[in-house]
């Protein structure tokens, strides 16, 4: 059930990125992740086919009514959550995630109350021989990236959005193996949380990823690493 659900939101997402610039993954950038956001999760080529097309006019229309919309509010010990949705039916979109907000210890808030602490960023997350990260992290500033966070094997790289496709290909011709390339809200500052808002926090953000209208849930929780390696597992 969960790979269908993954696959209805990537194929929503294609859709409005299609329906938006055009069915031409050269010349859209926001097709063209989330392409590759469908494809790195396998998801099969027929489907992809279709919701480009569906999005460039084609298809049945049942996706014509899709709206985007960003939602803002608090979680446990009032740390900031941020969702992005795609809905067409934007009253139980609202209902659902104020409802969700509410039994995980939340609540929903005002448009503008937590998304001044974010910023729209590329983010392209990859492994990387220890020995080789600083040089690495330096090839991604040559491309244009603004910071990097590099934890032995583990590199983190932060773009603006106009240097992130740049970014990702610099990478790639450098053959870093990637895990993960998107366009992100990063907040400015994080909250550092104990155990027990950790842990209900984490839930809290499962619930509003499992609604079928969320596309991406953001926060700026700071969790312990402990607590999320121990739910993770």
């Known amino acids: 059930a969960r790979r269908g659900q993954l696959f209805t939101k990537l194929a929503r997402e294609i859709t409005v990125a299609a329906r938006q610039g055009g069915d031409n993954p050269d010349m859209n950038v926001r097709l063209r992740l989330a392409v590759q ?81 974010f910023l729209p960023q590329g983010v392209v997350t990859a492994e990387v021989n220890p020995d080789e990260g600083e040089e690495v992290a330096l090839v991604a500033i040559d491309a244009g990236a603004e910071d990097f966070k590099l934890e032995e094997s583990y590199l983190e790289i932060y773009a603006v959005p106009e240097n992130f496709d740049l970014l990702r290909s610099a990478m790639e011709e450098r053959g870093v193996k990637i895990n993960t390339a998107e366009l992100s809200m990063v907040p400015k500052s994080t909250v550092s949380v104990d ?18 209208d969320v596309q991406k849930v953001y926060t700026n929780a700071d969790f312990p690493d402990d607590v999320l390696e121990q739910y993770k597992s």
């Open 195 to 212: 155990q027990k808002t950790a842990e209900q926090t984490l839930k809290l953000l499962d619930k509003l990823e499992e609604l079928d």
């Open 37 to 117: 956001k469908a494809r790195d999760s396998n998801m099969p080529l027929d489907n992809i086919e279709r919701a480009t097309k569906r999005g460039a006019g084609g298809g049945d229309g049942s996706n014509d009514a899709l709206e985007e919309a960003t939602y803002e509010g608090y979680g446990p010990g009032g740390v900031a959550i941020m969702l992005h949705t795609l809905s067409d039916n934007r009253n139980r979109t609202v209902s659902e995630v104020r409802s969700t907000f509410s039994k995980g210890g939340g609540s929903l808030g005002e448009n503008g109350c937590v998304s001044w602490n």
